[in-house]
Nanobody, 123 residues
Framework: QVQLVESGGGLVQAGGSLRLSCAASGRTFTSARMGWFRQAPGKEREFVATIYWSGGSTYYADSVKGRFTISRDNAKNTVYLQMNSLKPEDTAVYYC????????????????WGQGTQVTVSS
């Protein structure tokens, strides 16, 4: 099992920044990559970004490309999501997830999930 704990959410004005953190524990060696997803009220959960533990390759949803940056600290088993130029449409609960596989951006491709952290962007 892999346990994930997110932190760093909050309320910010449009144009502002937040950094989310996700600390992984347990059998972290089984995880090949980490991802961030988000779910806004009344909407389906959507992929935001992913990063591979080995090599550090990153991939982003088009909606956040150029504004969000995913990074990792292997020594701390922690993944970050730096969010800049935030927009009201970025308001959602953000979830950290871990995957034991190498492919796929759907939620079903991830095996472990954190409890989520609320991000609210005011206009």
């Amino acid at each position: 099992q892999v346990q994930l704990v997110e932190s760093g959410g909050g309320l910010v004005q449009a144009g502002g920044s937040l950094r989310l953190s996700c600390a992984a524990s347990g059998r972290t060696f089984t995880s090949a990559r980490m991802g961030w997803f988000r779910q806004a009220p009344g909407k389906e959960r959507e992929f935001v970004a992913t990063i591979y533990w080995s090599g550090g390759s990153t991939y982003y949803a088009d909606s956040v490309k150029g504004r969000f940056t995913i990074s990792r600290d292997n020594a701390k088993n922690t993944v970050y999501l730096q969010m800049n130029s935030l927009k009201p449409e970025d308001t959602a609960v953000y979830y950290c997830a871990a995957s034991t596989t190498l492919l796929g951006r759907a939620g079903r491709d991830y095996n472990y999930w954190g409890q989520g952290t609320q991000v609210t962007v005011s206009s």
